[in-house]
């Protein structure tokens, strides 16, 4: 779990002229060998033929799906096999929904196979709080006795409010309060890298 402690001093070193400061943290090139290195380390940790049949990937909308499917690739390529994909929205799941002004926009669900016996790898872009993680275990619940579940997120920026860690990490990034983590990928945002700037003033904390 690689941290790059150089980025406290870029952040401090030089505000952005534009009047955001933002720092890149993963390339495009950077996310594609991370992936691999994260896909490689999964495999790893299912080496028997049987845990290769049990294991499932459920990437957490929105991001976390697109990142589900480039590790399904990925692993399906070295182990010539076809894995289980599903997703996860867990907006009905967040234990702050009745604080959420706004209706709340819910994406599809959808787990394939029945998760009795089966061990699961939820596919996240960040882990932070650990709030969307519990509310995703909360919904796994609902589809089968897992015998495992693990967690890989492209980003740990630690500041958690709950005893969760990922199994699987990308980058972990050393992070302030007021900065945020942006992922954009190229399926849902037509390019590939990971920046961290100041969180606007005028909005809120969620």
């Known amino acids: 779990m690689p ?28 996310i594609d060998q991370t992936l691999v290195r994260i896909a490689g380390d999964i ?10 049949d049990s294991l499932v990937l459920i990437g957490i909308h929105r991001r976390g799906v697109p990142l589900a499917k480039r590790l399904k690739a990925i692993i399906g390529k070295k182990i010539k096999r076809e894995l289980p994909l599903g997703t996860l929205d867990i907006t009905l799941y967040r234990d702050d929904l ?3 002004g706004h209706l709340p926009i819910v994406k599809n669900t959808d787990i394939p196979v029945d998760l009795t016996d ?17 509310s995703a275990l909360n919904e796994l619940a609902e589809f089968g006795r897992t015998r495992r579940i693990q967690l890989a997120v492209l980003i740990d920026r630690g500041h958690r409010e709950l005893p969760i860690c990922a199994d699987y990490v990308g980058k972990t990034v050393q992070t302030k309060s007021d900065e945020i983590i942006m992922v954009r990928l190229k399926e849902t945002d037509g390019t590939d890298e990971v920046i961290i700037a100041n969180k606007p003033h005028s909005k809120e904390a969620k």
């Open 118 to 134: 089966k061990s699961v790898v939820l596919v996240d872009d960040v882990l932070f709080t650990g709030r969307t993680i519990r």
């Open 3 to 30: 941290k790059d402690k150089r980025l406290l001093s870029q952040r401090s070193r030089n505000p952005a002229k534009s009047g955001i400061n933002s720092v890149p943290i993963i390339s495009g090139p950077d």
């Open 43 to 52: 495999i790893s940790c299912h080496a028997s033929s049987k845990e290769k």
């Open 98 to 100: 009745d604080t959420v």
